[in-house]
């Protein structure tokens, strides 16, 4: 049997259609649409991810989110209306771990769940941890630390941060970020990875120093910057 996904959506016959086709691509499904107790039933130990709607009756969407992020990292994947930036973007922030606006193609929804499962799939042998100045990131125990205390991160952000840390002083373009934290191809308009990054950012701070851990390059994508030694400079 595939994994197990809920739907949560007040769309009944939106939720029939995509039940039906992503039961044909092996997945188990399940849809509610928007009870206060659906939060209890996705925590249920019973689901490998969620398929969230937005716009729901009576509890918003990202209501329903920041609840279930403020006990579980379940794998989320958001719902939003065509064009709706600011929803986008608040799902982001608040741990979503993919979005897709409405309407979109079945096909790519499926895509969308697989590369989210196989991004926070357990590792069978975890890579070792990578130590950057005062930041050590454990792939293991997947925890981030900042001198030693541990920054509470979402499952997209510390793939990110992995990605970032492992190639530090190096520049890591936007394509290759959206291959491997959230497994598709970049397109040059969607700002997944800007909007992790800018979270990402707030978490971890800059280095003792003062200077950016995380830099932007203009038209190519992003460098974690070594700090800067004693009486030396960035490497």
Not at 1 to 12: A, C, H, P, Q, Y
Not at 114 to 143: F, N, S
């Amino acid at each position: 049997m595939g994994t197990r996904l809920l739907i949560i959506d007040d769309d009944v016959e939106l939720c029939e259609l995509l039940a039906e086709y992503l039961r044909g691509e092996g997945f188990c499904v399940d849809f509610a649409h928007g009870a206060s107790s659906d939060v209890e039933r996705a925590l249920s130990g019973n689901y490998g991810l969620v398929v969230l709607d937005v716009m729901l009756p009576g509890a918003n969407g990202l209501d329903f989110l920041r609840q279930l992020r403020a006990v579980s990292a379940l794998p989320v994947l958001m719902l939003t209306a065509k064009g709706s930036a600011l929803d986008r973007v608040l799902g982001l922030e608040l741990g979503a771990d993919d979005y897709l606006p409405k309407p979109f193609d079945p096909q790519e929804l499926a895509a969308r769940i697989r590369a989210i499962l196989r991004r926070t799939a357990p590792k069978i042998r975890p890579p070792e941890g990578i130590v950057v100045g005062d930041l050590e990131v454990d792939p293991g125990a997947r925890l981030v630390r900042r001198q030693g205390t541990a920054v509470p991160v979402t499952t997209v952000e510390f793939d990110l941060l992995e990605v970032l840390a492992r190639s530090a002083g190096r520049v890591v373009s936007r394509e290759l970020l959206a291959r491997a934290v959230l497994g598709r191809e970049f397109s040059p308009f969607d700002r997944s990875v800007d909007t992790h990054v800018y979270n990402l950012r707030k978490k971890i701070g800059p280095h003792q120093d003062g200077s950016e851990r995380i830099k932007g390059v203009r038209g190519i994508g992003y460098l974690y910057t070594w700090p800067i030694a004693a009486g030396g400079t960035h490497a």
